[in-house]
């Protein structure tokens, strides 16, 4: 079944709405994110992934998410400063979001994704094509450097 993330709303960061068909002729990777888990050391590697592909189209959107044991308390401005000084992340942050149980957007959306349900823990990905179409998810324990990801990813931005 394919999952179209067209006309799927979510919030900026700064609070405005916008449908993730915005960044059609984009590759997406949405990750949700937390600051207090043992995958945290994943944003280096998201920031390497942004500075290697963006140029090529590759957008990633971070959605802190304080679903799993309490890994994201903090505010949407202590997460961006957290990121930004830690690690230096350029790429978006986005508001936060319920991943599992009474999910907000993206995830309501998402989670139709195979294998359906809801995200498993921290740092779980999904890749949407240039056309809004997801490609692909994959576990928290698959790394951004990941060759199944990296594969996929290139092929995403060469279609």
């Known amino acids: 079944m394919l999952v179209d993330v067209q006309n799927t709303i979510v919030i900026s960061a700064d609070g405005v709405a ?30 390497k992934l942004h500075d290697k592909y963006s140029k090529n189209g590759l957008k990633i959107l971070a959605f802190p998410c304080n679903d799993f044991g309490n890994q994201e308390p903090d505010s949407l401005s202590e997460i961006r400063n957290f990121c930004s000084t830690k690690f230096g992340v350029k790429f978006e942050i986005m508001d ?13 959306t998402l989670n139709r994704v195979e294998p359906k349900g809801d995200v498993e823990w921290n740092f779980e990905k999904f890749l949407i094509g240039k056309d809004s179409n997801v490609i692909a998810r994959f576990k928290p324990n698959i790394k951004p450097f990941d060759d199944d990801l990296i594969a996929a990813i290139e092929v995403a931005l060469d279609a």
Do not use: F, M, R
Not at 23 to 30: G, M
Not at 96 to 108: D, F, L, S
């Open 96 to 108: 936060k979001v319920h991943a599992k149980g009474n999910t907000t957007e993206p995830y309501t």
């Open 18 to 47: 916008k449908k993730l068909g915005e960044y059609s002729d984009n590759v997406i990777l949405v990750v949700n994110v937390a600051s207090y888990c043992g995958n945290t050391a994943q944003y280096e590697d998201l920031q």
